[in-house]
């Protein structure tokens, strides 16, 4: 690959990473407890790459493209990403939403893309059964890589979606502290995970050459194709919101402010007081050669209060208005409406909790309500607990508490309240986040709201290998499952899978993990490649649906 090749990499080390590596790790969970979760993108397993020209050919017959620009990234990304997830072209993957998965694998159950992609093509090009973001940004990052352009799987937390370019998007909560659904609405997730590729952009400036951010994950867009770039990542940080292609939704599910409004039982909405909720806190990626996580925001955005962020937001603000007032649009948008907003805040009110817990735990959390008024308040306080999916929709309302003070002016009232194991055992939801909530209302029926977010973990899973592992000879691997729970783990079953240390998947029926012990299991293998290697493990039971651990080794050459 020679220097003016349009996605040459000049450092070795990257070239490794980001177009050889086949071990990847994704990021999820909350911006304050990052957790990881291994990926196999095999991309350059001898199948994979005869599948990837495949579905170019696919893309570009369902398309109408002309294969001659096959020279040209922007053309290749485009291609594949529309490939994704949009079932008119017969795409990879069907999106799922908050449903039950019938007829398929749940998006967590992958392990990597090489299933989901054989599968592809043995069912002729029938799109396969589920993926959610990460899946999608997944096998796009192995289509990319296998067809030799550098890309990465990026994840950023709280990410406005579906806001239609607009810097603000709103959460609507009833009296209870219940968040309310509004589907299709735009909506903060709590992660989303995108791609991006390295590549000179000849079509622009040369300063938006380097990063792009391609996001196959579908969009509601009012036009163009439902995936997203690739988008300068210069210019999403610059709010350079005209540069190609869809700068402007990136920027904005990075940029955009909450307002979150009550909806009272009269159906009227009330805006709720010190509870704006800012988006893009943390944007993270696998770091080159290691698998620590490195910490990427700074690419996307100047440093939070900066002046030169104040510059880009004002630009990138005047830029959309412009947008919106020629575009047709007349969404009535609520975030307009600052007069409700500049009420005299008199109360103040704190939510503090840990940012995991393991499964099985109740839940403390401390609650500071502080009246710096000038005179003495009579309270009311509702504290709530709900599940939630990672892209916001809401499971269930699962526990509440009431409670009712007076506080005289500069008084503080500290609570401690737990949210029992038992309330969220069962509807604790396939993505183990709950949202607490505080709301609280004063003789002046004004509100005052306030929100975190804790994950549920599962117990430790662990890999041991023994010390000297030598290619072609005999070794034996051990798992470990810890069930910290009070009941047995029931119906177990632990995946394995390694590339070079096992072929391709294996199954173990584990039966039921007794209440506070600890579970054995012997892998017996026979290591076929050398070098660094990492097995996988993933565990399902009654219990848990989305258990995985990987170690990695090095087997000695032989």
Known sequence: ???????????????????????????????????????????????????????????????????????????????????????EFRGILTECGTRQYFNGTPPSKWLGSGPILRQWIASHCKPVRYGQCWVFAAVMCSVLRCLGIPTRVVTGFTWAHNTNSSLSVDEYYDEDGTLLTQDKNARVWTFHVWNECWMARADLLPEYSGWQALDATCQEKSKGPSFCGPAPVQAIKEGDTEADYDVCYFFAAI??????????????????????????????????????????????????????????????????????????????????????????????????LRNSMLRGQDVPLSIEVFN???????????????????????????????????????????LQVFVPYSQYREELGQDHLLRLTAILKDEDSYIYFAQEEIIICDPPLTIEFPENMVQYQPSTAKIGLLNPLTEPLEKCVIVVAGRGLIYRQRKYKLGSVQPKSIQQLQIPFTPTQDGPRRLTAHLTCLQIQNLKTYKTTNIATA
């Not at 397993?45 to 990837?52: A, G, H, K, R």
């Not at 955009?256 to 909720?277: E, N």
């Not at 309270?379 to 009431?402: C, D, F, I, M, R």
């Open 1 to 87: 690959m020679g220097q003016d090749d349009e996605v040459f990499l000049a450092n070795e080390a990257q070239r490794q990473e980001y177009i050889l590596n086949q071990d990847g790790v994704i990021y999820w969970g909350t911006e304050n407890a990052v957790l990881a979760q291994p990926w196999d993108f095999s991309q350059f397993e001898e199948d994979i790459v005869d599948i990837c020209f495949t579905l170019l050919d696919v893309g570009e017959r369902h398309q109408d493209k002309d294969h001659t620009q096959r020279k040209n990234p922007v053309y290749i990304c485009r291609t594949v990403a529309a490939m994704l997830n949009c079932d």
């Open 255 to 352: 940029n955009a402010k909450c307002q979150v409004w009550i909806q009272k039982t009269d159906h009227t909405l009330k805006p709720a007081l010190g509870s704006t909720k800012y988006t893009g806190n943390n944007i993270s990626t696998k770091s080159v050669d290691s698998e620590r996580c490195e910490d990427i925001t700074h690419n996307y955005k100047y440093p939070e209060g900066s002046f030169q962020e104040k510059v880009v937001l004002d630009k990138a603000y005047t830029k959309i208005k412009k947008l919106e007032a020629t575009s047709s649009s007349s969404k009535t948008q609520f975030s307009f409406i600052p007069t409700a907003l500049e009420e005299p805040v008199n109360l103040f009110i704190h939510l503090q």
């Open 372 to 414: 710096h008024s000038g005179g003495e308040k009579a309270t009311h306080l509702l504290v709530g607990a709900q599940s939630l999916h990672y892209n916001g929709a809401p499971v269930t309302q699962l526990w509440k508490e009431e409670f009712h003070f007076t506080l005289r002016s500069n008084e503080a009232n500290n």
